[in-house]
């Protein structure tokens, strides 16, 4: 408690408005604003120089004097935060993004003790299993990708000596080649909002010699990976919480998130856990029309092919009927297409749904298609340099300049990115000085993807209440898990979802880092967690070893 004593050393001073300007408690002094009669409502009246109290019998003078300096202290902590998570945007409220959720925040945490004390939990390492980020688990990037931006970006060394022995020829030529394109050979300039135009020639040449069917560089919108350009179409599709857009369960959070951020609501379409995450036309129709009975104008519909987290690869019969339904419904058909270098199993293979919908005699008149493409997944794995791109069609010159609008808000997308996805959509061919060593890298990353992908699927298909189904293509498996009904109670108790109780028990035991399922969507009921296939060969034995003793042991404690 204050002293008595300390009482003759406060003094007030009035503005002329009535509201207190200083607090002086010798020698220090505080300034602050304070209304004079919301002092006078906590038993405090002042006079211009004199303060007088009027207290009640059953306070203290010294309880009186704290209860004013914490009113003061309050009134300063609100007036210096101005924004509070009541004031937010709620839609940012609303999205979430699991796959860096709070298991990898606890991870993370995790990580830093490991850091500073090694012993402190029962394992030496954080194994990264929750996310499409292959050279964070040292993947290597290709050399012939990385001598091209290296060269682009230090052009004065093209020319010297040395650079001839430290580079394949036809590096050189390919960015002298690029060089050119860009205005002031600069990569550090902007470029065009949609991209630099040589760069767009050479994607549209890649894409028509994967689909077979012509492609205009106008079509193309080069992004910042492709993430952004899903935010450009919600923000260009959704106008209000009626309008909503057909997506996958599971999904890719993605998705929920942008639908959540722009005012949209999310139309479900459940896969068929048990035809391999098949994708029914019946379900669409089915979520379409239930949509429909509650006011909901459904604009779109999101297909990700190879799918993210389910791993299915569909076959080109059940995408001509998705293709069908989008014209039938007026849809605009939204092609997450990221994971097409991606498949491990010989009966399947990956058909754009441009080249589906061309091969059905479609063209724009037809159906407003959307495909995105990303150089951060395939082989190549470049995340953290935010390339790829959109090819839109189907658009009538209005709606194209809006979507040009949006994308010049963001003036460009990088160079660096640019530059990598017209490599991916045009690395070398045979006879060219790299070629060898670039289908040597290529085809040994993808090979081990589709081993890795294989011993992860058996190992948990061996584990008591796990089925998975097969790894067709992508980079994750998503196997369902039957927990127990003690296990199932302890997580109410928690307070979480079971499945990320599962998860959060696995982290604790392993210091495997997956992701919770109810984070992608499942059926009411079911639980699953997303793993990746990512971790290097070597390291899959260790992963599985740790994931079998830590299940048996969560399934023995929880049993009964």
Not at 205 to 233: K, Y
Not at 243 to 263: N, R, T, W
Request: charged share 20%.
């Amino acid at each position: 408690m204050l002293p008595l004593c300390l009482i003759l050393l406060f003094d007030f001073d009035f503005a002329d408005t009535g509201i207190i300007k200083r607090f002086k408690w010798a020698p220090y002094t505080v300034t602050f604003p304070f209304p004079r009669r919301s002092v006078q409502s906590h038993f405090f009246i002042f006079s211009k120089k004199n303060l007088i109290f009027n207290l009640s019998l059953s306070l203290s003078l010294s309880l009186y004097l704290r209860f004013f300096l914490s009113l003061h202290l309050s009134s300063n902590s609100m007036a210096s935060t101005p924004i509070t998570i009541d004031t937010i945007n709620p839609k940012v409220l609303e999205c979430e993004y699991a796959v860096r959720g709070e298991i990898v925040i606890l991870a993370q945490k995790i990580q830093e003790e490991l850091k500073n004390n090694p012993n402190s939990h029962p394992f030496d390492e954080i194994l990264y299993c929750n996310i499409g980020n292959p050279q964070s688990l040292s993947q290597q990037p290709i050399t012939f990708f990385r001598e091209v931006l290296a060269l682009c970006d230090h052009p004065a060394i093209l020319g010297k000596s040395e650079t001839r022995v430290l580079f394949s020829g036809d590096s050189i030529k390919r960015a002298s080649q690029i060089l050119d394109q860009i205005p002031g050979r600069a990569t550090g300039a902007y470029s065009h909002s949609q991209g630099i135009k040589g760069l767009r020639d050479t994607i549209a040449a890649g894409i028509e010699a994967r689909d077979g069917f012509p492609v205009d560089p106008n079509d193309l919108f080069l992004t910042d990976g492709a993430s952004p350009a899903v935010h450009m179409m919600m923000q260009l599709l959704i106008r209000s919480k009626k309008d909503g857009i057909l997506c996958p369960i599971p999904q890719y959070p993605l998705y929920s998130a942008s639908i959540a951020l722009h005012g949209g609501t999310l139309v479900p379409y459940y896969l068929d856990e048990a035809a391999g995450w098949g994708m029914e036309v019946s379900e669409l129709q089915k979520q379409l029309e239930s949509a429909k009975s509650k006011g909901i104008i459904v604009r779109a519909l999101v297909v990700i092919n190879p799918g993210n987290p389910t791993g299915q690869v569909l076959a080109e019969k059940n995408q001509k009927e998705i293709v069908d339904f989008c014209k039938r419904e007026g849809l605009v058909l939204l092609a997450d297409e990221v994971y097409q270098e991606n498949v491990y199993v010989p009966d399947k293979q990956f058909h754009s749904f441009k080249e589906v919908a061309r091969s059905m005699g479609y063209g724009d008149k037809d159906i407003a298609l959307v495909s995105f493409q990303s150089v951060s997944k395939g082989y190549y794995g470049e995340c953290g340099k935010r390339g790829g791109y959109m090819e839109i069609t189907g658009f009538s010159p209005e709606i194209r300049e809006q979507i040009y609008k949006l994308a010049s808000v963001n003036l460009c997308s990088n160079i660096s990115g640019q530059i990598l996805a017209s490599l991916v959509m045009n690395p070398p061919k045979v006879g060219d000085e790299s070629y060898d060593s670039y289908f040597a890298e290529k085809n040994a990353i993808l090979s081990s993807l589709a081993r890795r992908a294989q011993k992860l699927e058996d190992a948990f298909n061996g584990l008591e209440g796990v089925s998975c189904n097969r790894a067709e293509g992508a980079m994750y498996l998503f196997p369902r898990i039957v927990l127990p009904n003690k296990a199932l109670e302890a997580a109410k108790e928690a307070k979480t979802a079971p499945d990320a109780f599962y998860a959060r028990r696995l982290l604790n035991a392993t210091g495997i880092v997956v992701v919770p399922g109810s984070g992608f969507g499942q059926v009411d009921g079911t639980w699953h967690i997303r793993c990746t296939i990512l971790p290097q060969e070597d390291r899959i034995s260790a992963i599985i070893t740790r994931l079998t003793k830590f299940h048996t042991e969560f399934m023995d404690e929880f049993r009964g």
